[in-house]
């Protein structure tokens, strides 16, 4: 079976029943294993969306510092804030009078494309110029907020936070408003993956893709998109990822698998058969919606 790009193959019994969701050459609403036909829709569940749900502001603090912020040596961790980031992401935070101004300058021909550029150096006319850009560094932040994942066994609202303020950092909204996050650690995606699955928030697959960042040298990063629909607009801490969301909200997202092929693999093993009720289905991995043993 597949969906949008992502494969799955299931070992079943020749009897289990699968329920189906229509189309309109049929109106077929369940079948056996041997009775799947390519082409058959799959019938799919997931958790309730988000109802009411409004992002912690210490959640989202912790979210962005460990997608945008570092730990010098053993020091307690700060955070970055460039352009708008720093309007919008300032205000989840206290004890802002450690917030401190620095300057940089972007060299796209060098290896090293940032540069910074001492207070001293920087004049009115390069600021205005933007040859030179500031930036603000606040200190004094829990290293674990760096270093550590949150607990998925929280609050939904500290969680929805975490999620959210990682996704300033990293996130993007492309011009068809789907929401997608990327990073160089599949790590971190598989971790965002599984929150979102806490607060339910449904993602696609991770993609491997090669992208060049503040160097000269190809890397290899990892993207994932997140379904519109799940999300609020409490989620988009950035106005122009707000913006481009609200306008293609309602955009149809595929969220079933789709059979591409069925065959006998002549294993023949014991197994432990459910019995399970016509009106009481069971969820797999991948939001599949199934039946049990029709036998």
Not at 3 to 31: M, N, Q, S
Not at 165 to 187: E, K, N, Q
Request: net charge positive; glycine share 10%.
């Amino acid at each position: 079976m597949g969906r949008y790009g992502e494969e799955k193959i299931i070992r079943a019994a020749a009897e289990h029943r699968w329920l189906l969701r229509p189309k309109v050459a049929h109106r077929r609403v369940d079948t056996t294993t041997i009775g799947l036909r390519v082409g058959d829709r799959l019938a799919y569940a997931f958790r309730r969306p988000l109802q009411g749900v409004v992002p912690s502001r210490t959640g989202i603090a912790r979210g962005f510092v460990f997608g945008d912020g570092s730990i010098s040596g053993g020091a307690l961790a700060h955070a970055m804030f460039y352009g708008e980031k720093d309007e919008a992401l300032l205000r989840y935070f206290d004890n802002t009078e450690r917030l401190r101004t620095y300057y940089y300058q972007y060299l796209p021909d060098l290896l090293v494309r940032k540069r910074h550029i001492p207070s001293h150096e920087v004049t009115e006319r390069l600021l205005v110029r933007g040859e030179v850009k500031p930036y603000r560094r606040l200190g004094g932040l829990p290293r674990e907020w760096k270093r550590e994942y949150p607990a998925l066994d929280g609050n939904t609202e500290a969680i929805f936070g975490w999620l959210a303020g990682y996704f300033a950092a990293d996130g993007d909204v492309g011009t068809s408003g789907r929401p997608s996050i990327w990073s160089a650690s599949r790590m971190n995606l598989e971790f965002f993956k599984e929150a979102c699955s806490a607060v339910g928030v449904w993602t696609l697959p991770i993609r491997g893709r090669i992208r060049r960042g503040f160097g000269k040298v190809d890397a290899q990063m990892f993207v994932m998109g997140i379904s519109r629909a799940d999300l609020n607009a409490d989620f988009f801490l950035l106005n122009k990822h707000r913006e481009r969301w609200a306008a293609n909200r309602n955009a149809v997202e595929r969220r079933g698998w789709t059979v591409r092929g069925v065959h006998d693999t002549a294993i023949v093993e014991n197994v432990f058969g459910i019995s399970i009720a016509e009106n009481s289905p069971l969820t797999l991995e991948g939001n599949i919606l199934t039946g049990g043993c029709a036998s």
